[in-house]
């Protein structure tokens, strides 16, 4: 089972929702930390590094020697990388996206490749879980292909994939192969907003999903009245407790620091397992 | 000499724009002949790398010195490659900004 | 006219809320409202909109059928995993949600059957509202999120300033570090950087302010939800003085930022507890800009 923890925007309690269920299903799960901008899973998830591997890119090498000055690869560029003064272009690795498009263009076969580092996977053994965290290179602007490689290097039956915030090109990414989707929001109209444009992408993706209320209070039914308009199924409500937030604030895991919500969390895990498996 | 400048809008009002990439207008001027030309930045409407964009426009222009607010760390480097100086200016005018760059009061700027 | 943006590293601290606070505590501003990815703050301004542009941003490629001769060769030179042989006769179908727009499947294409067209990625949008002037917009879920939507609403802001005589733009800032970041932040004379007293927020921190360094814009920082852990939040205070930056106050934990949320209104017209506080880090940052302030 493949389950992606998502919000649209940061600070909902995605992350506290992730490594709280990780906590709770414990050695037979792996979560993957696809937040590669910002990987805070570790905080939570304290362990060595056992592994780490680094992901790259194939970008140009352009020889100078065989260039022409012709400038086809430059005008084929879609994303800026290659600039020419006249003589042998420029290349701008941060800008490249790795479409191998400028080798395929160029005539005097003036281009080979070389493989630059984006960031790196390294997995960590903690006493909880296994998380494997992706972590992107400063300077590197797309987390795509950290986020995709993060995900191909878990294995196993049991896979939580903790999103990073927005609803752009890096939660598709993240998104793309799991079986359900759990969507963390809090009932302001902040959260609500970003609530339906991250239902609007899963929509588009054609995944099942459902809602997890965070900071939940009585007084507030905005989120349970859009999901039953739209019939979307609230599988848990975490109470506005300050506790919480002081125990995340302080790095700590809810279900070991506050032991009273571990059936909170159990639940969450069998409602998505009984939603996988019907 | 050419030397560029960047200015808001479509550069009439001869107003310093601070950003280099993403400035509206580069004005040409010919320190000997004391000439000005207006050239529209084509590359304003990159998603990214416009400041690269940006440097390749104003060296196929014939620059050998800019005179901006900043400049992002790519271009700057782009632009110390193909041996344009940089200059920053807090001049909110052009003519003002000229007559720092005459008087040699701007600050040079350097790639990391 | 001054440029003044804030901006928090990660998001979720607290940082519309309180541009939007700062926004009916201005005397005379534009709002520009450059977190383009899930914009907030109209929720809370609720802007009239007065004019909506189309806004087009990166290519996508689209295969057509007829002239497709189910080579695979787009599918084998894709490195996006974006072409599948799925369409009508095995022939080449491109996934939108995983096409990057580069171009290489045209190429290779030997009947010319791939056409590339301008996406859609969104609107922006000029309107009015009670604390003046507004630009935002609309990023489509699931598009590229670029440099260039916030500064086509930075440029379109700007300009109303200009044509208004304004003499302050308040930004609302996007998270993060990257390209929609440096849109936002290039040339502002000021920043001012959100963040929360925790372990994560105090690493972001040193992030951003690299980048202002970077780009030599004078930062201030203020502590929201200071009381959470009172300990880390003088930890701070420290750290942001000893990097050469100014401490512009902290901000209580206040669950009355919500209440008013809900009513749409700002924290400051709906005068909760933690009014005073966010007036106090106005007052700082309205002295350091040298513009006129509001106690009102």
């Given at each position: 089972?493949r ?12 992350t506290?929702v992730?490594?709280n ?9 792996t979560?993957?930390d696809c937040d590669v ?15 780490s591997?680094?992901v790259s890119m194939?970008v140009?090498?352009?020889v100078e020697?065989r260039c022409?000055g012709c400038?086809a690869?430059v005008?084929f560029c879609?994303?800026?990388?290659l600039?020419s003064f006249?003589?042998?272009?420029l290349f701008f690795p941060d800008?490249?996206?790795g ?5 395929l ?6 281009i080979?490749?070389?493989a630059?580092p984006?960031g790196e996977i ?10 494997l965290e992706g972590?992107l290179?400063?300077g ?7 986020i995709q ?13 903790d999103?990073p915030?927005g609803?752009?090109?890096p939660?598709?990414?993240t998104?793309?192969?799991a079986d359900y989707v759990?969507l ?9 907003s970003?609530?339906r444009?991250?239902v609007?992408?899963?929509r588009r993706m ?5 809602v997890?209320?965070?900071?939940a209070?009585r007084?507030?039914s905005?989120?349970?009245d859009y999901?039953r ?10 109470p ?11 790095g ?13 969390f159990?639940s969450i895990?069998e409602?998505c ?6 | 000499m050419?030397i560029?400048?960047?200015?808001k809008?479509d550069?009439?009002d001869g107003?310093v ?5 993403r400035a509206e207008?580069?004005?040409?001027y ?6 000005r ?13 416009a400041?690269?964009?940006a440097a390749?426009a104003i060296?196929?222009l014939?620059?050998v010195?800019l005179v901006t607010?900043?400049c992002?760390?790519?271009a700057?480097h782009a632009?110390h490659?193909?041996?344009?100086k940089?200059y920053s200016?807090?001049?909110?005018s052009?003519d ?12 040079e700027?350097?790639?990391? | 006219?001054k440029?003044?943006?804030?901006l928090?590293g990660k ?5 519309t809320?309180?541009?939007?606070a700062?926004?009916s505590?201005?005397l005379d ?6 977190d383009?990815?899930?914009a907030?703050l109209?929720?809370?301004?609720r802007?009239?909109?007065r004019?909506r ?11 057509q059928?007829?002239a497709?001769?189910?080579c695979g060769?787009c599918m084998?030179?894709?490195r996006f995993?974006a ?5 009508p006769?095995?022939?080449a179908v491109?996934d ?8 290489v499947?045209?190429f290779?294409c030997?009947?010319?059957a ?7 990625a969104?609107?922006?949008m ?5 604390c003046g002037?507004?630009?935002?917009s609309?990023?489509?879920?699931g598009?590229?999120n670029?440099?260039?939507?916030v500064?086509?609403?930075r440029q379109?802001?700007?300009?109303l300033a200009?044509q208004?005589?304004?003499?302050l733009?308040?930004i609302?800032?996007?998270?993060g ?5 440096m849109?936002?932040?290039?040339g502002?004379?000021?920043a001012?950087?959100?963040i929360?007293p925790t372990m ?5 921190l040193?992030?951003?302010?690299a980048l202002?360094?970077h780009?030599?814009v004078?930062t ?10 009172a300990e880390?939040?003088?930890?701070i205070e420290?750290h942001?003085?000893?990097a050469?930056?100014?401490?512009a106050?902290r901000?209580?934990?206040d669950r009355?930022i ?6 749409a209104?700002?924290?400051?017209e709906?005068?909760?507890?933690s ?5 106090a880090?106005?007052?700082?940052l309205?002295g350091?800009l040298a513009?006129?302030?509001?106690d009102g």
């Amino acid at each position: 089972m493949r389950i992606a923890i998502a919000s649209g925007k940061g600070g909902t309690g995605k992350t506290l929702v992730a490594v709280n269920l990780a906590a709770i299903a414990g050695r037979s799960v792996t979560l993957v930390d696809c937040d590669v901008e910002e990987p805070n899973d570790h905080i939570f998830l304290k362990g060595d590094v056992a592994a780490s591997e680094t992901v790259s890119m194939r970008v140009p090498v352009i020889v100078e020697s065989r260039c022409t000055g012709c400038r086809a690869c430059v005008e084929f560029c879609s994303y800026n990388a290659l600039i020419s003064f006249g003589g042998t272009p420029l290349f701008f690795p941060d800008l490249c996206h790795g479409c191998g498009g400028c080798r395929l263009v160029c005539r005097a076969r003036a281009i080979s490749e070389t493989a630059r580092p984006l960031g790196e996977i390294r997995r960590i053994d903690a006493a909880q879980c296994t998380l494997l965290e992706g972590r992107l290179a400063v300077g590197v602007s797309s987390p795509v292909p950290v986020i995709q490689a993060a995900k191909a290097a878990a294995g196993g039956e049991f896979v939580i994939c903790d999103a990073p915030p927005g609803t752009s090109c890096p939660l598709v990414a993240t998104l793309r192969g799991a079986d359900y989707v759990l969507l963390v929001t809090e009932p302001t109209p902040f959260g609500l907003s970003d609530l339906r444009l991250t239902v609007e992408v899963l929509r588009r993706m054609g995944m099942a999903f459902g809602v997890v209320i965070n900071r939940a209070v009585r007084s507030s039914s905005l989120i349970d009245d859009y999901c039953r308009q739209e019939a979307i199924d609230i599988l848990a409500e975490i109470p506005d407790d300050r506790r919480i937030a002081e125990t995340y604030a302080a790095g700590r895991l809810i279900v070991e620091a506050l032991p009273g919500y571990r059936p909170l969390f159990r639940s969450i895990l069998e409602a998505c397992r009984e939603r996988v498996t019907a | 000499m050419k030397i560029v400048f960047t200015l808001k809008g479509d550069g009439r009002d001869g107003l310093v724009d601070r950003r280099f990439g993403r400035a509206e207008t580069f004005l040409i001027y010919n320190s000997e002949t004391g000439d000005r030309q207006l050239v529209a930045n084509s590359g304003v409407d990159a998603a990214m790398g416009a400041g690269l964009k940006a440097a390749e426009a104003i060296v196929a222009l014939g620059a050998v010195a800019l005179v901006t607010g900043e400049c992002g760390v790519k271009a700057l480097h782009a632009l110390h490659r193909a041996g344009v100086k940089v200059y920053s200016t807090d001049s909110t005018s052009f003519d003002d900004a000229l007559e720092d760059l005459r008087q040699g009061n701007l600050r040079e700027a350097q790639p990391a | 006219m001054k440029e003044l943006v804030i901006l928090s590293g990660k998001g979720g601290t607290g940082k519309t809320s309180l541009t939007a606070a700062f926004a009916s505590l201005a005397l005379d501003a534009v709002l520009a409202d450059c977190d383009v990815d899930a914009a907030n703050l109209h929720l809370l301004l609720r802007p009239e909109v007065r004019s909506r542009q189309t806004f087009r941003a990166g290519r996508e490629a689209r295969v057509q059928s007829e002239a497709c001769s189910g080579c695979g060769r787009c599918m084998v030179a894709c490195r996006f995993d974006a072409i599948g042989m799925t369409g009508p006769d095995e022939a080449a179908v491109v996934d939108p949600l995983g096409c990057e727009g580069c171009g290489v499947c045209g190429f290779v294409c030997p009947t010319g059957a791939i056409e590339f067209s301008d996406c859609v990625a969104g609107d922006v949008m000029i309107s009015d509202t009670r604390c003046g002037p507004m630009v935002h917009s609309r990023l489509t879920p699931g598009s590229d999120n670029s440099g260039k939507l916030v500064a086509h609403v930075r440029q379109a802001a700007r300009r109303l300033a200009e044509q208004r005589t304004c003499p302050l733009l308040l930004i609302d800032g996007p998270p993060g570090l990257a390209c929609p970041t440096m849109a936002a932040l290039t040339g502002c004379v000021h920043a001012l950087i959100v963040i929360e007293p925790t372990m994560s927020g105090l690493h972001d921190l040193d992030r951003v302010l690299a980048l202002t360094g970077h780009f030599s814009v004078p930062t201030s920082v203020c502590v929201n939800k200071w009381d959470i852990d009172a300990e880390r939040s003088v930890a701070i205070e420290r750290h942001v003085r000893a990097a050469g930056a100014r401490f512009a106050g902290r901000i209580r934990y206040d669950r009355g930022i919500t209440d008013a949320q809900m009513r749409a209104e700002t924290a400051v017209e709906a005068g909760v507890a933690s009014a005073g506080d966010i007036r106090a880090v106005w007052q700082k940052l309205a002295g350091q800009l040298a513009i006129e302030r509001v106690d009102g």
